[in-house]
């Protein structure tokens, strides 16, 4: 076979897209209830919004992103991420003027990111993201993380952790700044060269490198929680005190920093504590990103969110074992018995569908034994059938496969005695 899918990528096969469709079906249901409206932005965005706004010295965008340049020569990105897309949107469509905010968005879609492949992790992946855009209150960063939760609960995972972090503001990043290229500075040259050139640009990096994560120096480095100033303390014990009137357990770990750069005040990841989940332990991460709105020319409009990853969801459910019930079964499968019963039969097939049955039949030439087999294999709770005597008599016979009753039935009452069959 010449053809292979994509590495990173992989194809969901039918046997598959059941699971993916309970999962959206959740998302759907819990944006509802939360009140988060559906957007769709496109796949691709200019490349400089990733650029601008994800930041130049993530590996996001140094190293991950599918960059393009179009026949018209603008440099596009297939997007690695859902929250510059959204926030480019709300900017670009003055939902900072909607009578209704803050704005409450989700979405649902693939995004792109050139990795290496291992368990969990692909080049192209599906995420859910909620973001809540122009309210600075801390309750809607405690409402962010229920969601966030309640997806992962209502799919049936009791292995999860939440861990928090205040990443402060401005101020107290700057003061952090400061302390980590005093702290790393001298002694620079001990890492990769991604790190040297971090150190100016933005040395919190340094703390997240894949390269250098075990240097003594990292463990030891100046801690963001001791640059916190008072507003941004109290900010962050508002959003612990907010979870807390919810009931949402959580543990804070100052060494939590995220890979974008958008970030400040509040940082969370929500990870499986399943045994048998892989290395990859995180299964969502967000937070807030006051500031970003403006960053690309818009007004003052504060932002929370998380994403997930559909792929990471279903594997933790694995992991602990959860499965979606089973897709429903077939109502009924037609069998047709000669070549006068065929047509008859077709045109039953259109009038059943037209009832909301859930028919099918056989396009295979199939003589009566496979063409019960088939229906046996779909496992059709009823099996209509039809011979050339029942097209001349105007009936059927129709065969309940749970008790294997059959019995007589005139076409005209079919439907009214098959949909007391399926509702009994
Ligand atoms: P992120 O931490 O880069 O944040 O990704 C969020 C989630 O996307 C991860 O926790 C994981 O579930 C999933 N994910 C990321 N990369 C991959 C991959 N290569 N394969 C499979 N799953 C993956 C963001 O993307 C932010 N936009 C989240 C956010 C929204 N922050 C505020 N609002």
């Known amino acids: 076979m010449k053809f292979k899918v994509p590495r990173g990528t992989q194809d969901i096969l039918p046997s ?14 819990l944006c509802d209830l939360y009140r988060y409206k559906e957007i769709r932005t ?35 990105t297939l997007r690695p991420e859902g929250t510059a897309p959204v ?21 649902t879609g693939p995004m792109f990111r050139y990795e290496r492949q291992q368990a969990g992790r692909y080049r192209q992946f599906v995420q859910f993201g909620a973001e809540a855009i122009g309210s600075a209150d801390p309750a809607i960063d405690a409402e962010v993380i229920a969601l966030a939760l309640d997806v992962y609960k209502r799919a049936g995972l009791k292995h999860l952790k939440l861990v928090l972090n205040s990443l402060g503001d401005t101020e107290c990043r700057t003061a ?26 933005n040395p919190l990096r340094i703390l997240d490198c ?12 100046p801690s963001l929680a001791d640059y916190l100033n008072e507003e941004s303390a109290r900010y962050f014990e508002d959003v612990k005190s907010c979870l807390d009137n919810l009931g949402i357990e959580y543990e804070v770990d100052a060494n939590l920093v995220r890979g974008l750069d958008y970030y400040n005040h509040t940082a969370f990841e929500i990870m499986s504590t399943s045994d048998g989940f892989g290395a990859i332990t995180t299964l969502c ?3 807030r990103y006051n500031g970003l709105a403006e960053e690309i020319g818009g007004p003052s409009a504060p932002g929370i969110g998380f994403a997930m990853s559909i792929e990471r969801l279903l594997l933790a459910m694995e992991a602990e074992g959860k499965t979606f019930q089973e897709e429903p079964a077939l109502d009924v499968y037609i069998v047709t018995l000669g ?39 779909l496992q059709a709770q009823m099996v209509i059938l039809l011979g050339e005597d029942e097209v001349a008599e105007g009936v059927v016979q129709l065969k309940n496969m749970a008790n294997g009753e059959q019995v007589k039935v005139p076409v005209a009452e079919l439907i009214e005695k098959m949909k007391e069959t399926l509702l009994g």
Not at 210 to 221: F, M, N, Q, T
Request: aromatic share 10%; glycine share 8%.
């Open 176 to 201: 952090h700044r400061k302390a980590l290229v005093a702290h790393f500075g001298p002694h620079i040259g001990e890492f990769c060269t991604d790190c040297q050139s971090r150190l100016e640009k």
């Open 16 to 29: 598959e897209t059941w699971k993916w469709q309970q999962v959206e079906k959740i998302i759907d249901e």
């Open 87 to 107: 926030v480019r949107s709300f900017v670009e469509n003055k939902m900072f003027g909607y009578p209704d905010q803050p704005v409450k968005l989700y979405y």
């Open 285 to 287: 991460g967000g937070g």
């Open 210 to 221: 894949k390269v250098d994560h075990g240097h003594p120096l990292i463990a030891s480095a």
């Open 339 to 377: 070549e006068q019963a065929r047509q008859p039969g077709f045109k039953l097939l259109g009038e059943l569908r037209a009832a909301g049955i859930r028919s099918e039949m056989d396009y295979m030439d199939r003589k009566m034994k496979a063409q019960m087999k088939s229906a046996d294999r």
């Open 42 to 76: 496109p796949i691709f965005e200019q490349t400089e919004l990733f650029q601008r706004l994800v930041g130049d010295t993530t590996d996001v965008v140094q190293k991950e992103m599918y960059t393009f340049t179009d026949k018209g020569d603008r440099s596009l």
